[in-house]
């Protein structure tokens, strides 16, 4: 079983600043997937990066895909409240049997303070 | 409006009476999912089923069971739920596993 691990486990911080949050594991993976989650929520989908070294935006938010493909990294500029959730990594890493099997880290829980 | 329901949305209940949680997607997906969420422990799955009538036992199946007779459907099924299983359970359904997944909106089970 693949492992990922996201670190920081928690992170508060003032509306306003910048943070990073980090997804790390020694498995390769042919694409990861990020998603934020809402209390009282599921998961929902941010974005997949498929390449080694991919970098992708979505308005404040820098997604970016290590370029051994092991590793990946969310950046929030100028935080906002509404960013505050439960950001989820998942790497897709092919099996033995030839499907592909998706794996989740254990988060990072982010406050944004107003 | 495409989307994942699970039913039903909380429950509390008591050590060894059955259960169903029904989860049903209106996306047309072959694969769907269920998975577990516990703190520190982040999300575990327990079942999944590639398509109609196919299931498999993910991470953490035991004490639980699927079927897959239509494809919209994917229900969860306790016979004879513990303590143990109380936590936070999310359906997921997607085209396939390794790429996007829609998650329900969660299930949360209290076995006393």
């Known amino acids: 079983t693949q492992l990922l691990e996201q670190s920081p486990q928690f992170l508060s911080i003032q509306e306003g600043e910048n943070l990073t949050v980090y997804c790390n594991s020694s498995s390769v993976f042919s694409s990861l997937q990020w998603y934020r989650q809402e209390p009282g929520e599921g998961p929902v989908l941010l974005v997949t990066v498929v390449t080694g070294g991919e970098v992708k935006k979505l308005k404040r938010l820098t997604f970016q895909f290590g370029d051994a493909r092991k590793d990946s990294s969310l950046h929030i500029t100028a935080a906002q409240p509404g960013d505050t959730g439960l950001y989820l990594c998942a790497g897709a890493a092919e099996t033995n049997f030839g499907n592909e099997k998706l794996t989740f880290g254990t988060g990072t829980r982010l406050t944004i303070i107003p | 409006e495409a989307q994942v329901t699970q039913n039903p949305r909380y429950l509390i209940t008591v050590t060894g009476k059955k259960l169903t949680v029904t989860c049903s997607q209106n996306?047309?997906?072959?694969?769907m999912s269920w998975y577990r969420q516990d703190p520190g422990l982040g999300l575990r799955q327990i079942y999944y089923s590639m398509n109609v009538e196919v299931t498999d036992k993910g991470d953490v199946p035991e004490g639980y069971k699927v079927s897959r007779k239509e494809k919209r459907n994917f229900p969860l099924i306790l016979e004879s739920p513990s303590p143990n299983q109380t936590s936070l359970y999310f359906c997921?359904?997607?085209?396939?596993?390794?790429?996007?997944?829609?998650f329900g909106d969660g299930t949360r089970l209290s076995i006393l």
């Open positions: 996306m047309n997906h072959e694969y």
């Open positions: 997921a359904s997607g085209f396939q596993e390794g790429l996007a997944q829609h």
